[in-house]
């Protein structure tokens, strides 16, 4: 794998570079093609029902401290909790649209991302309305490495051994 944006490395004989594969996407991404819009449109309705389930199901957690009676400070505290960390997950996924996490930041902040599971959700049904979640850095980072790839495997023209040489004496005359 490259290290630069694991596209697999080019052995002898093939053709360059693969794209990334994304989530939902696999590799349509790159052409557009092969049911492109139907996924974008499948994971922005997907994401978004997704969501409202969530709130639903949080809404009923919330029923749930009412109806215990504990205190209205704990009540706050967890719709404080969750707001916070639902808008710090949206934040997270949606850079992690346009750069590549830190892997040890991205496992620090696990357990704020699940508890702030509805703000990535909203980042995924946002992003899609536009271009595929992480589609964007996967194309910057494909055509960088279509572009290496050209570069390396142009030839020159010529025999490099056959090369005049550019003094006036030739080699071996005095």
């Not at 922005?44 to 809404?59: D, W």
């Not at 696990?110 to 595929?132: K, M, N, P, Q, V």
Request: proline share 6%; glycine share 10%; hydrophobic share 35%.
């Amino acid at each position: 794998m490259s290290d630069d944006n694991g596209t697999p490395d080019t052995t002898a004989g093939s053709t360059g570079p693969r794209p990334e594969p994304l989530r939902f996407f696999g590799t349509t991404w790159v052409e557009h093609d092969k049911g492109y819009t139907p996924r974008r449109v499948g994971v922005a309705v997907g994401s978004l029902a997704a969501a409202v389930a969530s709130c639903l199901v949080l809404r009923f957690a919330y029923q749930g401290l009412q109806i215990a009676d504990i205190g209205a400070f704990v009540t706050v505290l967890v719709v404080v909790m969750f707001a916070v960390c639902s808008a710090l997950a949206f934040r997270h996924t949606w850079d992690g649209f346009t750069r590549r996490p830190d892997p040890d930041r991205q496992a620090s902040l696990r357990g704020l991302l699940a508890i702030g599971f509805i703000g990535s959700l909203l980042a995924y049904f946002f992003r899609s309305l536009t271009e595929a979640p992480g589609e964007k850095l996967h194309r910057e980072e494909y055509e960088a490495a279509l572009d290496r790839h050209r570069r390396r495997t142009s030839r020159r023209t010529g025999n490099p051994t056959r090369k005049r040489r550019r003094s006036g004496r030739r080699p071996g005359t005095e």
